[in-house]
Structures are given as C-alpha cells and as structure tokens.
C-alpha cells in the first residue's frame, strides 16, 4: 500500500465481505486487523478478498515469536528504503542537471540540442526511478480503481510522452506555427519530491515498531531453571508452567511466578508506575520483565510465553497501534474520491479547449489538460503538508515538545479530554522524605541504620541526613525485616526503623504518635516510624510529591474547557489526596496496564477525544490507544515511543 486510498480500498474489501464485522488497515504499520466469524469466512478467504483488490497480503507465521517479525519486517523495510535512496539520489541528479538544460541562454547550448539531451535525463527517471509509480497506477487501473499513483502516473506520463512527441517532432510542431514546448524538468522533479515523500514515509513506517521492540527488550533471553536437582541455563521461551526458575540479583524475572524461596526487592516500576520497589518473600507473586533487586530468588513459574503480563502489554500495544483514529477515516474517504475528481476535471478541460479554443485546438488541449494533472499531482497533498509539519515540529521541539506527526497535531486541537497519570506525570517518580518530625540526632541515628540497606526509602533517608550536614556511623548488629524495616545498634544505642506493624512486633509503644501517622496518611504519604532505645521518637513521612509545576499545568487545561481524569495503579485514598491538591476531580484508581486502556477505550466509545499522558511502560498500551499520547521525556523510552507526542523537560506546562 502506498496511499491512503490503497488502505482505504483494502479496508472497504474486508469490510464488504460477509462474516467480516470489523476491518481496520493501516497504512504505517502494513497490517490489516480482522474482526470475522470463523465459520462464515476463513483467513485464507481473507487473504484471496486482500489479493482480490490488488494488494499481496500473508499471514504472519503462526509459531513466530515477536522478535522473529520484528526482524522480518525490519529486513524488508530496510530494503525498500535504501532502494528509494537510490532513486531520490539519480532523481535529483538529473532535476538539477534538467534545471541547468532549461536555461540554454545561460549555458550556451542550442534549444534543438537541450530537448534531446533532457530526454537521454529524464529516460531512467521514468523507466527506472519512477517505474514503480506506472506499474502501480497499472495495477489499479486493472481493477477498477484509482489511487495517487494514478495521478503522478497521468500527469509524468502525458507530460513526458507529450515532451517526447515534441523534441522529436520539433520540425513538425514549427511547421504548425508553434513552439515546441517540453516538460521534463517538472516530470523529473515530481518524480524526485515524490520519491523524497516516500523516503521520509520509509524512515518513519521504520519507527514504528519501536515501542514494540523495547517491550520485547524487557524480556530476558535465557532464563536459569532447576531439572532433577540440577542448575541449567535455557532460552527464556522454553520456561514450562511449573519450573523453578533462579533470579539472581540485578538480574530480570523471566517469567510471571511465584516466590518459593528466598527474599529481596523487585522493580515493579514496569508494570504499576510506581517508583519504590516492592518486597518479595516466599509465596510473594513476581511479574516477568520486573528488575529483580540485592537478593535472590527462586520462582516457580506459573505464566509462561503469551500468558505473561508483559505479553499481554505488548499485544495491547500492537493491537492499538493497528487501530485508526476517526480522523483517517475521514482522510480515507477524500482519498478515495480525489483522484477521480481530479481526471474528470482534465478531461473536462480537454474537451472544453478542443471545442472552445483557438487552432491548434487539439495541442492546446492537450497542454492544458496536461497542465490540470501536473499541478493536481499529488505533491501538494504529499509534501506540502508534511514540509509544514516539517517546520511546525522543528519549532515545537525548540520549546521542549517532539510531535511525531502530522496527524498528532491534527487530533490533539480537538481534544475535549485529558487523562493524567500519577506517578511521574503529576509527581516526581520518586520517594521523598519528609523528616520534620524528627530532630537532628534521632535523624542521624536512623539514617546510620539506613545506610545497610539496599531498600531505595534508605537513599532517601540518607540522603536527608546529608542536606542537613549530620556526621553517619557504621552501625553494628544490623538486621533488614523484609516488608517491615532494619534495626541496629549506633553509638550503644539501639535503633529501630520501620512500619507500624514492625513496632508492635518489638513491643514498642506508638500510640502517641499515631494521629501525626494519620495525617501523613490522609495527605497521601506512608509513615515510618523511628524508635531509640525502645522509645519511639517520630514518624517519617515516605510520599512521592508533585511536580511544582502540575497546579498550575492543571489550571491550565482547566481554563481550556478540557475535562481532566487522573488514571493510576495507585490505591484510592493516596491518588485522592495527589489530586485534590492540584485540582483534579475526577480519580480512577487501582487500575492495571488493560484497565488504564478500557478506561481510555470507555472515554472514546462516550464520544470523547481523549489525550492520554504518562511515563511508565504501564501505560503505553493507553498511550497507543488514546487519540493523542503524550509521553513524558523523563519517562522510559517506551511510553516515548509509544506516545505521538513527547513532553522532553517532564512538565505538564
């Protein structure tokens, strides 16, 4: 397919076709995506409909992994753009050089002699450079139908073979009291601006399939399973339900499972958005592709292959990626008209010079309905718009914000709705402390303690007691509680710190400290609590804080008329409190990766133009599924590539 109107004829075929309920082709991706009753139309059947229309069209092979069709995709795209290289660069060789001919008072060379020598140019571009634009505009033509490539097909030819007649017929012409008037340069420089727009077309089909890639990347290659009591090393894909697999630390979990032995701190940032690792102990549930932490585990595994979370997230990606927003459709049906209007008009203009015009009637027609097609060639819908966009985007990534295309811009005036993700979208992404509850040595004290341990809320803590310039000891006797905290002995004292559960275990009376607890919980942080001694001295405040500019982003929108909707995996009273201090209303919490996309999906299906804005890989298949997604550029790169729009600095301003 090569234009709009090729998917758009691709489309109606499929859609035409009893047993079919849906079809949806995309042009960019090249795949087709088929909702059909098995037993009123087969796949092959689909296919002959495909091929029927004039387009070739496979299924993919039914045991190939992702990373298979990925890298066949790749291969012949990588193909297909360095042949179009080659036809730009000869195609823009010879339009310079046809500039140069057209201007024989500058160059010395007699207009008899520039006619034939532009010819010799202009051959390989229309045998060769352009010849996929005939044959295509051929294949269309034999089936009763009529794309882009018809139009540049016309308009090169009938300039090309009127040019022809004209330098070799130079004797005659004159002899009819005109003046033998050729068009190579346009017919060569149409076919080089055309070849340009295919070019950047390539390169950008190219791009995207990367938000797919780095999903797949977040995937081991080989994972570590236990056999009769022995240690064995084996593709990551081999992993059966029920294996025991060893994940040592800094190392990927391979597949979805469950803990059995052993006890660390997983990365889970992938899946929930969340920034603080999460503590994991026998009969813990661990999610493939999450980032395993100090410690080592052994998981049995209960989800394997396509099963897996993150299979699912990246089916959820490809599936949207397929989908077309409303406004294609709408591009699909101008396509699908535009060309027919166009011929008609050179024909209209034909007829009316031959009847109406002055002698030679039957050549000035000829001119002017030549004239019709070339200026209707489809440079101006190919190339001016993206030459715009082109400009437009340069600009915006000036001022912090990369818009992968045109039709981002499009969509995103009409926007009516906007979702916002919590965790590093309205907040930072990261745990902060908040320690004014404590003073300055029961402060120093913990963070001793705190300075063993691998848990990121340590950095924090730590990290505190440095900007306030205290002097830390090594503590002795140290011991991490998963799930619960550490304790030690500092200076002969003895230091607890931890949750509220971990101080009623070591009998240590809180009670007194619990309405300050409390509000750091209705504000939407986690207490820690510190204890000396058996004494405890204070709770810690663990939040992840908003951007300072989010307020102001929100009120913003606000004054837009936009709705704005928070969409987060974290718990209700924790997203409440977030956004009720930077105005947002509306709250849907405790949502997984599928649910952040119904969600998106239900918002669509009300009649809503939805902006989709995150961070987190969570979120790339509501990115993708959103009628704008907007990234966040201090996010990871597959919300970045996933997202048509990527906000560089991270702020919502």
């Known amino acids: 397919m090569t234009c709009a109107a090729c998917s758009s004829r691709v489309q109606r075929s499929l859609e035409q076709t009893p047993g079919v309920q849906d079809a949806s082709v995309n042009l960019m991706t090249g795949t087709a995506t088929v909702a059909f009753d098995p037993a009123a139309v087969s796949t092959r059947g689909l296919l002959d409909v495909i091929r029927g229309a004039g387009y070739g069209a496979e299924l993919p092979p039914p045991d190939a992994s992702p990373e298979e069709l990925l890298q066949l995709q790749d291969a012949e795209r990588d193909a297909e753009l360095a042949q179009l290289r080659r036809k730009l660069v000869v195609s823009l060789v010879a339009g310079i050089a046809a500039v140069a001919l057209s201007m024989p008072g500058m160059i010395g060379v007699e207009p008899a002699a520039a006619r034939w020598v532009l010819l010799l140019i202009t051959l390989p571009v229309v045998l060769w450079a352009g010849r996929h634009f005939y044959t295509r505009a051929w294949a269309a033509f034999r089936h009763h139908a009529a794309d882009m490539n018809t139009l540049i097909a016309l308009g090169t030819g009938t300039a090309f073979g009127f040019s022809a007649f004209m330098t070799v017929a130079a004797d005659w012409v004159t002899a009819h009291r005109l003046e033998p008037q050729v068009y190579y340069e346009p017919v060569v420089w149409i076919i080089a601006l055309v070849l340009l727009g295919n070019v950047l077309e390539a390169r950008a089909k190219g791009r995207t399939s990367g938000a797919i890639r780095r999903l797949i990347g977040l995937r081991p290659s080989t994972a570590r399973i236990v056999r009769d009591g022995m240690e064995a090393e084996v593709p990551a894909d081999q992993v059966q339900v029920g294996d025991v697999v060893i994940v040592r630390p800094g190392e990927r979990v391979p597949t979805d499972g469950e803990v059995t032995d052993g006890r660390s701190f997983v990365d889970e940032s992938m899946l929930t958005g969340e920034p603080v690792p999460?503590?994991?102990?026998?009969?813990?549930?661990?999610?493939?592709?999450?980032?395993?932490g100090n410690g080592a585990l052994r998981v049995r595994a209960t989800r394997v292959g396509r099963d897996t979370v993150l299979a699912r997230i990246i089916?959820?990606?490809?599936?949207?990626?397929?989908?077309?927003?409303?406004?294609?459709?709408?591009?699909?049906?101008?396509?699908?008209?535009f060309v027919p209007v166009v011929i008609s008009i050179a024909i209209a203009t034909f007829v009316l010079w031959y009847d109406l015009g002055p002698e030679p009637a039957y050549l000035r027609a000829l001119v002017s309905a030549v004239t019709v097609l070339i200026i209707a060639c489809p440079c101006a819908m190919g190339l001016a718009v993206p030459t715009a966009v082109m400009v437009a985007t340069g600009r915006s990534a000036e001022l912090g914000v990369l818009i992968r295309g045109g039709d981002a811009l499009q969509r995103a005036a009409e926007v009516d709705t906007v979702v916002l993700d919590k965790t590093g979208t309205v907040t930072e992404g990261r745990p902060t402390v908040d320690v004014r509850n404590l003073d300055d040595e029961s402060l120093r004290l913990a963070a001793s303690v705190e300075r063993l341990s691998e848990h990121p809320i340590a950095d924090a803590i730590t990290a505190a007691a440095a900007a306030r310039g205290l002097r830390l000891t090594d503590p002795d006797g140290f011991e991490a509680v998963p799930g619960r905290g550490v304790s030690g002995r500092v200076g002969g004292q003895t230091v607890l710190v931890g949750s509220q559960v971990l101080m009623r275990e070591r009998g240590i009376d809180v009670s007194l400290l619990e309405p300050r607890a409390d509000a750091v919980a209705a504000d939407g942080a986690t207490a820690v609590f510190v204890a000396v001694d058996g004494r405890a001295v204070g709770p810690l405040s663990i939040a992840d804080r908003e951007k300072p500019t989010s307020a102001s982003a929100v009120e913003r929108l606000r004054r837009m008329q936009l709705d704005i909707v928070m969409l987060t995996g974290d718990d209700h009273r924790t997203a409440r409190s977030v956004a009720a201090r930077?105005?947002?209303?509306?709250?849907?919490?405790?949502?997984?990766?599928?649910?952040?996309?119904?969600?998106?999906?239900?918002?669509?299906?009300?009649?809503?133009?939805?902006?989709?804005?995150?961070?987190?890989?969570?979120?790339?298949?509501?990115?993708?599924?959103?009628?704008?997604?907007?990234?966040?550029?201090?996010?990871?790169?597959?919300?970045?590539?996933t997202g048509s729009i990527t906000l560089i600095r991270g702020d919502l301003l």
């Open 582 to 641: 930077v105005g947002i209303e509306h709250v849907i919490a405790d949502v997984l990766p599928d649910q952040k996309l119904e969600e998106v999906k239900r918002l669509q299906q009300s009649g809503r133009l939805v902006a989709m804005v995150g961070d987190g890989l969570n979120d790339a298949p509501a990115l993708a599924q959103a009628d704008v997604g907007i990234a966040i550029g201090t996010g990871t790169d597959v919300a970045m590539e």
């Open 278 to 292: 999460v503590a994991k102990e026998p009969g813990s549930v661990v999610v493939g592709g999450t980032l395993n």
């Open 315 to 337: 089916q959820l990606v490809r599936a949207a990626q397929g989908s077309k927003a409303p406004i294609q459709r709408l591009a699909d049906r101008v396509a699908a008209v």
